[in-house]
């Protein structure tokens, strides 16, 4: 145990053919991942059933704490069935979009295609743009034609490329009226429930009303509780005790998504910066800076922030990254990232366990030299009533280790609501959250730098302080003379309030 590694800035990784196994996902577990995605776009119930008991039993083994994220697919448009040698569109070929299935492609629909979803074909507008297969094929809509089952719309392609059956539909400019849960969509929902998944993340976010139909139907299936609307910088945790609640994320990935930004903010519980698509619907050359500006609004508001897609992509095939990679993984953990996350790198990747490892030594540097210009102590997040209290102690918390260079931050958890709070401070220490309930443990995993820790729940606040005492010294985590800070209720049995800071020096005696 003196090895133990506390890490800071946590990594996701999605699970898929190339770390399906309970040994692979053991090794990613070593080398530093902390929760794990479920991509919903890909696979069958059966094979998340698979998952799900492999991820377990790897969680097992390992001994670590490790969420669980179900990230629903959404409403991605696709086009239809396209002939097997796929149809190459050149710059000028004029192209049809129609309601009727069809091959694309095939004698008479030589550059006429169907879609899965026929409503666009509708609501696109001349003059709109249209993306195909993440921005590689550009049209414009040019004209519409017919009415009904027979409508169509003409375009004529910007930039082309080989087009093959289901690739991606983005429409930038376009105001779609697909809905923000598909049938498919709700189906995952329930299996997430009755699975006991820790997060959801939910895509192609518009609007703060895509949130509320999520919520709305969390909550009927009682994984949310009525009353509980707007969550601030404790994820929702501080008023509620019970295992069954799941926390949703919102991928920002759409043009609207930005313009509503603040309203998202303030009906999600997390965020994703998902800059696949933000990438295809958006300037390219903006990515970069819409990044930064959503990890900051997160900060400002006290959500979580995950920065995803791309982030060591070369290493689905190589062993080593670029340096430019390298670069883009540290400039979102400087900008603040509660969570990296990794996608075709360790779903289908060569080297699933050489990219955590990798992306673990880059965070475990840019995290120790963001130490030495931490500068967000006078940041606090204002709330009214009980919550203000909270937030207010966990900015005085990150002033107080500053001050005594603090070894640890400890906190005994029974809701998490305070530990979540702490970790919205960007505290660069280490932040042990000690706790009964095993469900809020895996959640808090996934949260900057809190590393979760199952124990009995104390008798007395001294009687903890001297067990985290013992447990600092036998594993060599600390040596007499270090500070820790540990915040707690008092009585520390009394739950819905923390209202007690302690600095410990380990080693002295405590007493009632």
């Not at 999600?268 to 910066?273: L, Q, R």
């Not at 970069?288 to 992509?313: E, N, R, Y």
Request: net charge neutral; proline share 4%.
């Amino acid at each position: 145990m003196a090895s133990e590694k506390f890490l800071l800035t946590k990594i996701i990784a999605t699970l898929g053919p190339a770390s399906s196994d309970v040994r692979m996902i053991k090794k990613l577990i070593a080398a530093g991942v902390r929760a794990f995605r479920i991509n919903f776009s890909h696979g069958s119930f059966s094979d998340y059933d698979r998952l799900l008991v492999n991820i377990r039993a790897a969680q097992k083994q390992s001994g670590k704490y490790v969420a669980i994220l179900g990230d629903l697919s959404g409403p991605k448009i696709r086009v239809g069935k396209v002939i097997d040698e796929g149809v190459k569109l050149k710059r000028g070929d004029e192209v049809i979009f129609q309601k009727k299935e069809i091959t694309g492609g095939s004698a008479g629909y030589e550059h006429t295609f169907s879609t899965t979803f026929p409503p666009f074909i509708d609501e696109v507008n001349a003059g709109e743009k249209i993306l195909l297969d993440d921005g590689n094929i550009e049209m414009i809509c040019m004209s519409k034609s017919g009415k009904g089952k027979n409508a169509q719309i003409h375009c004529k392609v910007r930039n082309g490329h080989l087009l093959t059956s289901a690739k991606g539909i983005n429409l930038p400019e376009s105001n779609l009226s697909v809905p923000s849960l598909t049938e498919k969509d709700i189906e995952c929902v329930a299996y997430a429930v009755k699975n006991e998944f820790d997060f959801l993340a939910l895509s192609f976010v518009r609007s703060d009303k895509d949130i509320r139909v999520l919520k709305k139907l969390l909550t009927q299936y009682r994984v949310r509780p009525d009353g509980l609307d707007i969550t601030g910088g404790d994820l929702g945790f501080s008023t509620l005790y019970d295992d069954d609640f799941i926390p949703v994320i919102s991928k920002i990935e759409k043009p609207q998504a930005i313009e509503n930004l603040d309203s998202i903010l303030e009906e999600t519980d997390g965020i994703m910066v998902a800059r696949g698509d933000l990438g295809v619907e958006m300037d390219l050359a903006e990515v970069a800076i819409l990044q930064k500006h959503i990890v900051q609004k997160c900060s400002d508001f006290g959500k979580p922030v995950i920065v995803a897609t791309q982030m060591l992509q070369s290493m689905i095939i190589e062993p080593v990254p670029t340096r430019a990679e390298v670069s883009d993984v540290a400039n979102a953990i400087i900008d603040g990232a509660d969570a990296v996350m990794l996608s075709g790198e360790t779903a289908v990747g060569n080297y699933p366990e050489e990219t955590v490892k990798m992306m673990n030594r880059i965070a475990a540097k840019t995290n120790a030299y963001v130490k030495n210009i931490d500068d967000n102590s006078d940041d606090l997040i204002k709330y009214k009533g009980p919550l203000n209290r909270k937030a207010t102690m966990a900015r005085g918390v990150h002033q107080i280790a500053r001050d005594i260079k603090a070894k640890f931050i400890i906190t005994w958890t029974h809701s998490g609501g305070s530990t979540v709070f702490l970790s919205q401070q960007r505290i660069e220490i280490p932040l042990l959250a000690f706790g009964e309930n095993k469900k809020r443990l895996s959640q808090l995993s996934l949260l900057y730098g809190i590393t979760p820790m199952y124990m009995e729940q104390p008798a007395s606040g001294s009687n903890f302080i001297e067990k985290v005492n013992g447990l600092l010294i036998q594993n060599k985590w600390a040596k007499k003379g270090d500070a820790v800070i540990i915040v707690a209720s008092e009585p520390i049995t009394k739950r819905g309030i923390t209202n007690r800071l302690v600095i410990h020096y380990v080693g002295e005696n405590i007493h009632d």
